[in-house]
């Protein structure tokens, strides 16, 4: 267990996790793209000792691999997994009282506590343009802390048992922000911090928040865990550094203790400023919005803090860690919220929001007279009426009957979908809602559409294992290629307007129902480069549902609706890129260049290739 950052830089170091990088490096696009370099080839945590512009050090790729995570939480991890079963399943210690009092008294010695002493963090005061301000993409609008932990208290009950921590990236050059004065924060007003704010506003008062940087992994993670009802992310903190959350106040702001550093400020009711872009986890930009801007009050920093970063861009990267962990410690969370549900997996390739694969059960089947989706569509329901997962665009969901399916093999998953689904009837959309802030694929900001696909009962076609007839020499629509069994991509001519592709899309149908029906074939993927989305699993995976809006971009041969219902005998998905859809991530050559230095025999990073 680890009081400080620090003590777990040393301990990893010590193991043959971490490798200090003495050279100095510009925060400027090479620290990122080193980054993402180091992490692409499965390599250690970095430890950035020369940052350019400023005397701090900076360390990344901590979690950048689930062994190396697993290794820093070694000695806590079981009882704050115990901990979180228990949350989820309270009967569970009524009926082994004596076995689990231990997960009790692990809970209770979590507890946060107050010092009254001066605390290491508030040892110097400093300003935002002494931090290492790390920009990891081309256009991103400016430095960005990519892993902060935001806190705030409910005006209505203030005090750290009803606080809120959470993980909302916090832009902090750059745009109209004024310098060492002000910063942006990105964030949904249903969040923790947004309910916070929307109280502070009735209430006529401004917010106060801090912003704690570093401090013992334990914490970070703790900012993004979804947690039971009723379990505070600081009593978590405590609980997996196996050490109390040390806190006190300072004019006012909460101070977390074991920080490295502290930005303490306001947010004034309306008050907003342009924030982004920004290079994001669905591997594209996120664009300039308006969101609230935080008054600074002061920065603190303690003697010979480190600062930690990550790099968002298109999956996998550093965060996919961080989903497998929350996935691991929650364990059965989601079985217990939503009766039924065996799995839910919130595919990484895609982007995690974007796609969602579950696996439910269907017992009012032997009721009816044909095998068909029944609970699972009830169960659909809670899935895409829950927390994160009511962000996704996309859920295909089937239960298991003749054969165990995992929905983690996204190829046979889908492929025991395609085999069973009925096109006519299992196809279910939900127009004009709410999609992930981050997605440009819809009609807005947050807005735009879902669907499921469900699946149940018996085998109904064979999948084609190559590119169909059909589908070949078609005029304009080349170089068809077999993604996997069942799923054709094809290269179309760029896209336009929704206007003209409603008249191409029907052209392309008949094109293809005129040289026959391809029941072998359910899925067609129209897009801008065949070769790549049929190149790997992932491929089709990110580009297929991160560039598609289903209400707007789902299509079908022979399609109809009846009883409003719509049906069709092969689905079309146009996931060619849009005018309105934002960039996607691209590394700056120059950069990429440049960053050479440090890989090659006798350099920080020589030995990794």
């Known amino acids: 267990m680890y009081g400080t950052l620090e003590e777990c830089i040393i301990d990893l170091e010590k193991n043959g996790h971490l490798v200090r990088i003495t050279e100095e490096v510009d925060p400027y696009l090479e620290m990122a793209a080193i980054h993402l370099k180091v992490y692409e080839a499965g390599g250690p945590a ?6 350019k512009g400023s005397k701090f050090r900076a360390v990344s790729n901590l979690f950048g691999t689930i062994e190396r995570s697993k290794f820093i939480f070694r000695s806590t991890w079981q009882a704050a997994e115990n901990v979180i079963a228990l949350r989820n399943d309270p009967v569970k210690a009524l009926k082994h009282p004596f076995k689990n009092m231990e997960s009790g008294f692990a809970a209770l010695k979590a507890l946060p506590i107050k010092k009254s002493v001066s605390t290491p963090v508030a040892a110097q005061e400093i300003n935002i343009s002494d931090l290492p301000l790390i920009q990891s993409w081309p256009m991103d609008g400016g430095a960005f802390v990519t892993l902060p932990q935001i806190y705030s208290e409910d005006p209505d009950k203030p005090g750290i048992m009803n606080s809120n921590l959470g993980m909302y990236r916090v832009q902090l050059t750059g745009n109209d922000y004024e310098m060492n004065k002000e910063i942006g924060l990105h964030y949904q007003i249903h969040r923790g911090i947004g309910v916070h704010q929307d109280k502070a ?69 309306g008050e907003t400023k342009p924030e982004g872009p920004f290079g994001d986890h669905l591997g594209y930009y996120s664009l300039t919005h308006p969101f609230p801007v935080m008054k600074v009050k002061k920065v603190y920093a303690k003697p010979n803090a480190i600062w930690p970063f990550t790099v968002v861009g298109r999956p996998p990267q550093e965060d996919t860690s961080f989903g497998q962990l929350i996935h691991e410690l929650t364990g059965d969370a989601i079985k217990q919220e939503i009766p039924g549900v065996k799995e839910v997996h919130a595919v990484d390739a895609a982007g995690v929001h974007p796609l969602l694969f579950a696996i439910g059960s269907e017992r009012y089947t032997p009721y009816q007279k044909v095998k068909q989706p029944t609970e699972m569509l009830t169960i659909a329901n809670r899935i895409l009426g829950t927390g994160q997962l009511s962000l996704a665009k996309y859920l295909f969901i089937t239960a298991e009957e003749d054969r165990p399916i995992t929905t983690h093999d996204e190829v046979d998953f889908m492929t025991y979908i395609l085999e069973r689904i009925d096109l006519h009837r299992d196809i279910h959309f939900y127009t004009n809602t709410t999609i992930d802030t981050l997605d440009y694929s819809g009609t807005g900001l947050n807005s735009g559409s879902k669907v499921v696909f469900a699946a149940y009962g018996d085998q109904k076609r064979e999948l084609c294992k190559e590119v169909p007839d059909e589908l070949k020499e078609l005029r304009e629509y080349g170089n068809a290629r077999l993604i996997m069994p069942g799923v054709v991509a094809m290269q179309a001519p760029a896209f336009t307007d929704y206007t003209s592709v409603q008249k191409e899309m029907k052209g392309l149908a008949d094109a293809i129902q005129a040289r026959g029906p391809i029941p072998s074939c359910p899925l067609i993927i129209l897009c801008d480069d065949s070769s790549f989305l049929s190149a790997t699993i992932h491929n089709f995976l990110w580009a297929t549902f991160t560039r598609s809006n289903p209400s707007h971009d789902i299509y079908g041969l022979n399609s109809y609706y009846e009883n409003k219902h719509w049906a069709c005998d092969n689905v079309i998905i146009d996931a060619r890129v849009k005018p309105h859809q934002a960039p996607p991530l691209i590394p700056d050559p120059t950069v990429e260049k440049n960053i050479e230095r440090l890989f090659v025999k006798g350099a920080s990073l020589g030995a990794i290739s």
């Open 46 to 51: 970095l430890l950035f000792e020369n940052v």
């Open 201 to 269: 506003n009735k209430l006529g008062q401004p917010l106060k928040v801090s912003c704690f940087v570093g401090g013992p992994p334990a914490h970070t993670l703790s900012a993004v865990m979804p947690l039971p009802e009723g379990m505070s992310e600081i009593t978590f903190a405590g609980l997996l550094s196996g050490r109390r959350f040390q806190y006190s106040y300072i004019d006012g702001y909460c101070i977390s203790n074991d920080a490295d550093f502290v930005i303490t400020g306001e947010i004034h009711a």
